[in-house]
């Protein structure tokens, strides 16, 4: 039989670990995983993966994965983009609703852009996908997952609102009449931005990338 491929995808936070081996696994595709502190630089979504994937790379001396999301507003030429977490952050779900409130334009994007590379120095490869949809009040339950909610009501105040930036946004990111988080998420694997971007890499793989 031959051996599975293996990522060792850098992130840490734990729900896009989840989605990532939701999809990839079912496709013979071992994803094993390290939290590091990655530097998120100022630039175009493949410029913040690209540098996140090549630091990643120095620090594990091997092969690695990375991600970077993005939330596009087209009404603000992409904002927030990259800087989507620091939003949510700042000014949740309400807020992400308020900056367009001026506009009539609610279409957003949401993008993931893997990086992925064979060892320190070596050249970063970028898979990108994209998911057209628009942003709404939120529906659905607005946590990205279930346990890190009801750590939630355990931590103090402080822990808690560091934790609010992993609740995501997809409560108020609806793509075809429901928000990402009224789907189930095999539904949402399939059509989101992550399931587009994965489906590249494992084009990619599969015709021998990682060889
Ligand atoms: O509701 C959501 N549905 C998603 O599908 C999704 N994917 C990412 N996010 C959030 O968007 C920001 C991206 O920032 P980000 O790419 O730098 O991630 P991160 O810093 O959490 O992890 P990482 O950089 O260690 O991989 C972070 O606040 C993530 O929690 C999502 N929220
Ligand atoms: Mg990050």
Request: hydrophobic share 40%; with cysteine.
């Amino acid at each position: 039989m031959a051996t599975p491929h293996k990522v060792n995808f850098i992130t840490g936070n734990a729900n896009k670990l989840s989605e990532v081996r939701a999809i990839l696994e079912p496709t013979g595709i071992v994803v094993s995983n390290q939290a590091l502190d990655l530097p998120e630089i100022q630039g175009s979504l493949e410029d913040v993966t690209r540098e996140k994937c090549r630091v990643a790379a120095d620090l594990v001396k091997g092969p690695v994965l990375v991600e970077d999301t993005c939330l596009c507003f087209n009404a603000l030429n992409g904002l927030p983009g990259p800087y989507i977490k620091w939003f949510m952050k700042s000014i949740g779900h309400v807020g992400l609703n308020n900056l367009l409130a001026a506009y009539d334009d609610k279409s957003a994007q949401a993008v993931a852009t893997f990086g992925f590379c064979k060892g320190p120095g070596q050249e970063v490869l970028l898979f990108q996908g994209r998911t057209d949809g628009k942003v709404v009040q939120a529906r659905g339950p607005t946590h990205f997952d279930l346990k890190l909610r009801r750590l939630l009501f355990r931590v103090i105040y402080d822990e808690a609102f560091e934790l609010i930036i992993h609740l995501g946004w997809d409560a108020v990111f609806e793509y075809e009449g429901e928000t990402y988080a009224e789907m189930d998420k095999g539904k949402k694997n399939k059509i989101s931005h992550r399931g587009k971007a994965l489906d590249e890499l494992r084009r990619w793989i599969e015709n021998g990338g990682m060889n």
